[in-house]
């Protein structure tokens, strides 16, 4: 299951939940990240603490060895996607 880092933790309790959809397209997936209030139905919520990101059934499957970070640069953010096994 997709995991936050500790920076991203931070950074999305300001931020508020966050939903992920993905696409498949020629050369891989596409994600897009969207500002939430709730999720929609079907998606899976993941939490820690006050941080919270729902993802589509296709991003799910994606970020499921993933981990999550999130990077404040000044009025906005960067969002990485890491291996676990890394």
Request: charged share 30%; hydrophobic share 45%.
């Amino acid at each position: 299951m997709l995991q936050f880092d500790a920076e991203a933790v931070e950074a999305l309790a300001q931020i508020g939940p966050l939903r992920v959809t993905a696409e498949e397209v020629d050369d891989g997936v596409e994600l897009q990240i969207d500002e939430a209030a709730e999720p929609h139905e079907g998606d899976k919520v993941v939490e820690r603490g006050a941080a919270r990101v729902f993802l589509d059934p296709a991003a799910a499957e994606v970020l499921s060895d993933q981990i999550l970070g999130v990077h404040a640069h000044d009025d906005h953010f960067h969002f990485t996607f890491d291996d676990q096994g890394a």
